[in-house]
């Protein structure tokens, strides 16, 4: 797919503004209590049952804060975990690891809760081949992480930002005067651009969803606010000839519902807006 997305990059580059946000001009209670040579360990002990995810982000924040700080680990990434399970341990001198304490516990609380989360929706759907699709309704500045996430315990990443996908949307058909020259600019720009996208388009009702039939020229089509008996009618209706996707105030509960029509996929903007985080602690080792 043509991007110039960076992920590594976009990670890094997290990862250096977090912990300045938080070490700024210095560690003061750190450097004021523990000697620069002083060495120990510290172990991620989980206090809660979830899906761990995050441990190579947490190596990655380790190695730049200081390539000399050794982690070993235990439970990789999308595995199931208890209380009293240890995940790594890690090694080096104590001033480094009390200032990566609290980043490495907030990306691998906030991950691990959205994995745990993922892979209850995933399990909801089992025996059904309707994939569960996170949306862009995440933190600013960890969508990657949080997509990440969501990858992790089982679900699919939607597009990564608006970049990677032409997504037509309410307000673009409308400010564009409707379904069809929506779709007609779209290629237009595709062509002139030289780039080759995915598209989806977003429909309200029957009337549009036909507009889309018998213009198309489209990859998916999104199903906004469709109720179940609607949605299973839309599904007879296109007879796979596009992928379909249901959104918009779909909960844990009914998930099933839409699957059982035959959708592709249902996009739950809950797997990252709303999701509590994973307990865990870090401690040291005496």
Do not use: C
């Not at 050794?70 to 209380?83: H, L, N, Q, S, Y």
């Not at 990677?164 to 779209?186: S, W, Y």
């Not at 509960?253 to 249902?266: N, P």
């Amino acid at each position: 797919m043509e991007t110039a997305f960076d992920g590594n990059r976009l990670i890094d580059e997290w990862i250096a503004l977090a912990l300045e946000e938080d070490i700024a001009d210095g560690d003061h209670t750190t450097l004021a209590t523990i000697p620069p040579t002083e060495t120990g360990s510290a172990q991620l002990i989980i206090k809660e049952e979830g899906i761990l995810a995050g441990i190579e982000i947490a190596r990655k924040i380790f190695r730049t804060f200081d390539p000399d700080l050794e982690m070993k680990t235990f439970i990789a990434d999308g595995v199931e975990v208890k209380p009293g399970d240890i995940a790594f341990t890690v090694a080096g001198k104590v001033q480094s690891l009390l200032q990566t304490e609290r980043l490495t516990l907030n990306v691998m609380q906030r991950m691990s809760g959205i994995a745990t989360v993922t892979r209850n929706y995933v399990k909801r759907l089992e025996g059904t081949h309707t994939r569960v699709l996170d949306t862009r309704k995440t933190t600013p500045g960890m969508r990657i992480l949080e997509k990440e996430a969501v990858r992790i315990g089982g679900g699919v990443n939607h597009r990564m930002g608006l970049f990677d996908m032409i997504l037509l949307k309410d307000n673009h058909i409308d400010f564009a005067g409707g379904i069809t020259p929506a779709i007609e600019r779209v290629h237009n720009y595709l062509q002139k651009k030289g780039k080759n996208l995915p598209i989806e388009i977003e429909v309200r009702n029957f009337d549009e969803l036909n507009e889309v039939l018998n213009t198309g020229r489209v990859n998916r089509i999104m199903l906004d606010n469709f109720d179940v008996a609607n949605t299973r009618k839309a599904v007879e209706l296109v007879n796979g000839r596009y992928e379909l996707e249901s959104s918009g105030g779909i909960t844990y509960d009914t998930i099933r519902s839409y699957a059982e029509t035959g959708v592709d996929y249902v996009s739950v903007g809950a797997l990252t807006h709303s999701v509590k985080s994973l307990d865990m602690s870090l401690k040291a080792i005496l």
